[in-house]
């Protein structure tokens, strides 16, 4: 049986929710990647220090016994997020802070609605060396949601990047052509992450044989060309793209509902899904960069010793699995992955 060895990878961008559902989806995460970035968009958001640290704690409360996982926290940034918080996480080890537009989307009301409104916040990120992460969405309603991503780029990201060119930026989940060459021609200090699906998946994959919830997220799948030429990328070898999965799992009544969530929870397979997606492109001597050294690289963070095992070796995905008193749908629910982690 083929199987490869890797490096044990770092998850930079996850949803583990708190509580039940924490519970529930934790050990997944833990069981794949050595660190995670762990996404602050809570309900209520984690705006403060205190609130990531104690956020931390419930983490590590809820690990499995013997798990070698550490969560990287992050700060949710609003509009009046002040310069000292941004001192007191940095001196406190908070990795990032993430930028979500005003109500871009899952609990992002409460994010921001003008970033020249947060220069001073970001100035002083630029100052400690905390590291910006940008759900990059304009979120004007008239703007054609093929296209946020693209917008978000001229009108928002490449002018912030120039006003603070100190600022350590990841440009996260990635979805188009433009912001791959965003990225490529961006100065240093500009990397991304790259989610499962959308290495996997392109825009029809939320019609196939009619409406699939379990296909949304945001930033929405895009185009067989962008998958495409995202898959061309990262299978390139680009040392600014990194993985991230952007697991964001939802009860799936909240999923199979008239106004349903988006977020696509891929964390039961976090890794195999990538090894697939390079096999495809015939790049799996690339994944292991990708998924354990870009990151850790562009954070600044050592790299990990210890290494997983994936086999080739089909396995088929449940149908349902549990969350809390709801149950959650995975990604390729019910259906067979060719990859499997080893014990
Ligand atoms: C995320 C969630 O559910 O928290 N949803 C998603 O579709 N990715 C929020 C986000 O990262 O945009
Ligand atoms: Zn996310």
């Not at 499962?196 to 895009?222: E, T």
């Not at 964390?267 to 354990?292: K, N, P, S, T």
């Not at 080739?312 to 990859?339: H, I, N, T």
Request: include cysteine.
């Amino acid at each position: 049986m083929k199987s490869l060895v890797l490096r044990r990878p770092d998850d930079w961008h996850v949803h583990l929710r708190d509580g039940a559902a924490l519970a529930a989806v934790l050990p997944f995460t833990a069981a794949r990647f050595a660190r995670a970035m762990v996404m602050p968009n809570l309900n209520p958001p984690v705006t403060t220090t205190r609130q990531a640290l104690e956020y931390r704690e419930r983490i590590r409360a809820r690990l499995p016994a013997g798990a070698a996982f550490e969560p990287l926290m992050t700060l949710y940034l609003t509009d009046a997020t002040p310069p000292e918080e941004i001192t007191r996480a940095k001196a406190a080890g908070i990795v990032g802070c993430k930028l979500y537009p005003a109500g871009a989307t899952t609990h992002s009301d409460a994010g921001v609605t003008d970033v020249r409104r947060i220069d001073a916040t970001l100035a002083r990120m630029a100052e400690v060396g905390m590291v910006l992460q940008v759900h990059g969405e304009v979120t004007d309603p008239q703007v054609d949601i093929f296209e946020r991503e693209a917008r978000f780029i001229e009108a928002v990201l490449a002018p912030l990047a120039a006003r603070h060119l100190q600022l350590r930026i990841v440009f996260e989940h990635i979805t188009t052509r433009a912001a791959l060459d965003f990225v490529h021609g961006a100065r240093a200090g500009i990397g991304a992450t790259v989610t499962p699906q959308h290495l996997l998946m392109n825009r029809n994959a939320l019609f196939a044989g009619g409406l699939q919830p379990h296909h949304y997220c945001l930033p929405v799948l895009k185009a067989e060309e962008h998958r495409a030429a995202l898959l061309a990328a990262v299978a390139g070898g680009s040392p600014r793209l990194f993985l991230g999965t952007d697991s964001a799992p939802h009860a799936r009544r909240a999923k199979e509902a008239a106004c349903g969530c988006a977020g696509i929870f891929s964390a039961h397979a976090g890794i195999e899904l990538y090894a697939e997606a390079f096999e495809a492109a015939g790049a799996l001597d690339q994944l292991e960069a990708f998924a354990a050294l870009n990151g850790a690289a562009f954070y600044g963070l050592p790299r990990n010793e210890a290494t997983v095992t994936l086999t080739r070796d089909a396995w088929r995905v449940p149908e349902r699995l549990p969350f809390g008193d709801e149950e959650l749908v995975p990604l390729r629910a019910g259906e067979s992955l060719a990859w499997r982690l080893a014990a």
